[in-house]
Structures are given as structure tokens and as C-alpha cells.
């Protein structure tokens, strides 16, 4: 089963930009679709981006045209450029391969 570690959250103000990274180790990468989710305080779990082995991507709406999904299976890594924030965004992010995720990284967007 393949671990993931998110890394790139932080704080930020609206309108600025992060990007989000998530470094695979210890299974397979290349043949698997990521996604990244986002938890707000209080709310569910929700899909933010996916991106399949083959390069094919979708967005929530919510982020559509804000956000971009990438991957490297070279460095079995995935990313997520956030641009335009709003404070809405602030979240704990989450990447995800099938059933494996990673602890999180927090996304704070000031007003």
C-alpha cells in the first residue's frame, strides 16, 4: 500500500496562490488516479481535483478555473496549484490513491 505525504499548506491572503505537493513512497504510483479532497471545520470530506494515470483531469466546481492538478510519476509526486484563494478554500487538503491518504496539510486564506 502506498503512503502519501502532503506537503505546500500554509497561510495565505485572498487572492494569493499555494501549491500543494504529495510525495508517494512504498507502492505503485503511475497506474493509479490521485485525488485531493478538503475538510472544513464542520464540514465533509469533499473531492477538490482528480487526475487519472492517463493525464485526464476534473474539478469541483467550487474550484474550477482557480485550481490546476498535476502529476510527475517520475518523482511519483502530485500537485495542486491554487490560485485566486478565497477565504471559502481554507481547509485541511488531502491526497489520496484508492485507499490509502496522507495526514493533511492546512490551507488558511485570510480576508
Known amino acids: 500500500q502506498v503512503q502519501l505525504v502532503e506537503s505546500g499548506g500554509g497561510l495565505v491572503q485572498a487572492g494569493g496562490s499555494l501549491r500543494l505537493s504529495c510525495a508517494a513512497s512504498?507502492?505503485?504510483?503511475?497506474?493509479?488516479?490521485m485525488r485531493w479532497y478538503r475538510q472544513a471545520p464542520g464540514k465533509q470530506r469533499e473531492l477538490v481535483a482528480l487526475?487519472?494515470?492517463?493525464?485526464?483531469?476534473s474539478y469541483a466546481d467550487s474550484v474550477k478555473g482557480r485550481f490546476t492538478i498535476s502529476r510527475d510519476d517520475a518523482k511519483k509526486t502530485v500537485y495542486l496549484q491554487m490560485n485566486s484563494l478565497k477565504p471559502e478554500d481554507t481547509a485541511v487538503y488531502y491526497c489520496?490513491?484508492?485507499?490509502?491518504w496522507g495526514q493533511g496539510t492546512q490551507v488558511t486564506v485570510s480576508s
Open positions: 489520496n490513491q484508492w485507499s490509502s
Open positions: 512504498g507502492g505503485i504510483f503511475s497506474g493509479y488516479t
Open positions: 487526475i487519472t494515470s492517463g493525464g485526464s483531469t
